[in-house]
């Protein structure tokens, strides 16, 4: 055992750069199919009638299996949010440009709330109860990432 260290590492920057694939399942698949057609599709639940966006195939409520496909949004209301200023790419943290806002969204007709970015708006203006309404990718990737972003309505 050394007696004294000379010198004394505090901080180590390790980037991680992963790619991979994953089959993402039936319901996200028929999710991301409707976001290609600029339609958000949500499961709803037999029993309890909780609506659930991005679609589960079981209600975390009453454990049925939710099988009635609806069509909600594409607007809805602010019910949370917080603002961002950093990001984290491949471990490292770097100060945003300019500040990222995400929300809880509650899509007309979903009864859980969707997590999202809002842009086109100062935070300061970004409150709970703001109505919103998505915007598409155009022309649609096949991904998640088709459902963009959300900004203020009107
Ligand atoms: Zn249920």
Known sequence: MADKLERVVVEAQVPL????????GPYIERYIKGLGDKKILATKCPQCSKVAVPPRKECGVCNKIMDEWVEVGPEGVVDNYTVGHVKIEKGLVEN???PALLAMITLDGATVPLLAEVKGMAPTDLKKGLRVKAVFTD?????LADLSHFEQVG
């Open 139 to 143: 022309p649609a990737e096949d991904s």
């Open 96 to 98: 945003l440009e300019s």
């Open 17 to 24: 750069d992963y790619t991979y694939n994953y089959r993402v």
